[in-house]
């Protein structure tokens, strides 16, 4: 059950070994840490830090931890880690863990596994197997992709991490518009005015019903499968071209309904305009799939 996580990035080592090392530096790019303090450190001693973490509602979660570092052969870096937190409201009591920078190629393999004890019970290690430690992996990919972008391309993590929430909020609401269109005024209507609008456009009545479902079912289907396809370009271009020919559509054959409130005219230019930023937003985001979350089996002991 420990945590794995490698990614490969075209850079130095010492680059990679600065921006992880440095706490100012590390805390930047890193979404599990708000802020990391070095302490004092006296010779031969390992080199102590306190961390915070953001939780939400202006609450922090503290911790300490301690990290030894030294070079191998090949030219590469390796440090272990031990860390903790006496705040009751964390979940994690103490864990441990190790960082390697291997020289690989015209890049670093940078690679972390790191394990944990927790508070709490039986509540805590079933919320930890559930959705803790998930989550846990998930950000820790999703962070090291971010330094690679930080290091390869020049991307500021700050930015990233924008660009990333405003893809994610545009994502969402596309993804709630397409649900609610296809299941509520259609599948579970259908809607009078669904059905008038198809009327005004010269279908025959015995067809409006029976469209009216079948669009539904295509749009919720849509819907569904919106988010995790959301990567890629094509469904943001679809959306803004399926809005804009929409809306010319209802225009020109229903133009009683553009006046009314809510009329498609404010509501498919909105998602228009959300799928166009979804869209602009796509460029540099990070992402924890282009990091391996498995060890190659002759890593598979620390």
Not at 18 to 28: F, G, I, K, V, Y
Not at 271 to 293: K, Q, T
Request: contains cysteine; hydrophobic residues 45%.
């Amino acid at each position: 059950m420990r945590i794995h996580v490698e990614t490969l990035i075209r850079g130095s080592v010492d680059e990679v070994w600065r921006l992880t090392q440095t706490p100012d530096l590390h805390e930047r790019w890193d979404l599990r840490f708000t802020s990391i303090t070095y302490l004092p450190r006296g010779e031969g001693e390992p080199q102590r830090f306190r961390y915070a973490t953001w939780i939400g509602l202006g609450l922090e979660i503290e911790g300490w931890g301690e990290t030894t570092g030294e070079q191998t052969d090949g030219g590469g870096r390796t440090s272990a880690l031990r860390f903790g937190s006496d705040d009751p409201r964390s979940l994690i009591r103490a864990g441990s863990g190790y960082w390697k920078h291997e020289p690989v190629g015209d890049g670093v393999r940078f690679v972390t596994g790191y394990d944990y004890q927790v508070r709490w019970g039986v509540f805590g290690r079933a919320l930890d197997r559930l959705a803790f430690r998930p989550f846990m992996g998930w950000a820790t990919a999703w962070s090291f992709d971010r330094l690679r972008l930080w290091i390869e391309r020049g991307v500021e993590p700050r930015s990233t991490g924008g660009r990333a929430l405003i893809h994610a909020l545009a994502g969402a609401a596309v993804t709630f518009v397409w649900l609610w269109h296809g299941m509520v005024p259609k599948l579970a209507g259908p809607h009078p005015e669904e059905l008038a609008m198809l009327v005004d456009a010269g279908l025959a009545e015995p067809w409006v019903t029976r469209l009216t479902l079948a669009a539904g079912v295509v749009e919720t289907a849509f819907g569904v499968a919106f988010l995790p396809l959301s990567r890629r370009r094509w469904p943001w271009l679809v959306t803004a071209a399926l809005m804009i020919v929409a809306m010319i559509g209802v225009v020109a054959t229903s133009p009683h309904v553009v006046v009314g409130a809510f009329g498609p005219v404010t509501l498919n230019l909105s998602v228009a305009a959300l799928a166009v930023i979804g869209l602009l937003s796509l460029g540099d985001l990070p992402s924890a799939r282009r990091c391996r979350r498995r060890p190659p089996k002759d890593e598979d002991r620390w």
